[in-house]
């Protein structure tokens, strides 16, 4: 579904990744981990044409999308959560769901619909200014903002950032259930041990480049990964 052949982008005149090369096959959950700092939030924002990529290609589907404009991608199937910045604190969550579809005609209804079936606890808050939400909650508005349109690929920057352990398994869970609907995901995340657990492969970035990849089990059952990049068991 997705393939990233060499690609090299940071912004102005400086490159934080280096001809980095993955694929996302369809149906897939693929996980980026590495250290803090190793261009893994430029990279997805790179696939979205939020960067200056000034090496290789883009593909999804088999079309070349090297920087295509983030409105081109949503119409194509992509759907985007950065880490920061991901919902409108001062609208309310319906507001900010009805924004996320906006530049997909017809079925409004139906889409709103489809997202408070896959988070239902947003269902109670639609009149509730998002800003005011838990952070758990802003979360699961980020990634439903982003599934209004009903994507066939979503882009997850650090979805479980400053939550609770809690909070981190109900939204994990929720993922998952997402890709069992059909849903390809890739996604970047700091917490490797609990995102490669629902994982089909992973890739591992340092200093902005390709370090190792490979089955999410064998990453995780790897002993030298587990001591560089997942911690001690």
Do not use: W
Request: hydrophobic residues 40%; aromatic residues 6%; glycine residues 12%.
């Amino acid at each position: 579904m997705l393939d990233l052949e060499g690609v090299t982008a940071g912004y102005t005149d400086e490159d934080i990744i280096h001809a980095v090369s993955l694929h996302v096959s369809s149906g897939e959950i693929v996980t980026i981990i590495g250290p803090n700092g190793c261009g893994k939030s430029t990279l997805m924002k790179s696939i979205f044409g939020l960067t200056r990529q000034r090496a290789g290609r883009i593909l999804y589907r088999g079309q070349d999308i090297t920087a295509k404009n983030p409105d081109y991608l949503v119409r194509l199937g992509l759907g985007y959560v950065p880490q920061e910045r991901n919902i409108f604190p001062s609208l309310t969550v319906g507001e900010n769901l009805e924004i996320g579809g906006f530049l997909i005609k017809g079925e409004n209804k139906e889409r709103l619909d489809f997202v408070l079936g896959l988070f239902p606890d947003l269902a109670d808050r639609m009149g509730q200014r998002a800003g005011t939400l838990s952070g758990g909650e802003q979360k699961m508005l980020a990634i439903g903002r982003a599934m209004v349109t009903k994507p066939d690929l979503l882009l997850l920057d650090e979805p479980s950032a400053a939550l609770s352990p809690k909070i981190m398994s109900q939204l994990f869970a929720e993922i998952k259930a997402i890709n069992d609907i059909g849903v390809t995901i890739l996604m970047v995340e700091q917490n490797a041990r609990r995102a490669l657990a629902i994982s089909d492969r992973g890739y591992i970035l340092e200093m902005g480049r390709n370090r190792l990849d490979g089955p999410a089990k064998s990453l995780l059952d790897d002993p030298k990964v587990c001591q560089l990049f997942l911690g001690r068991r």
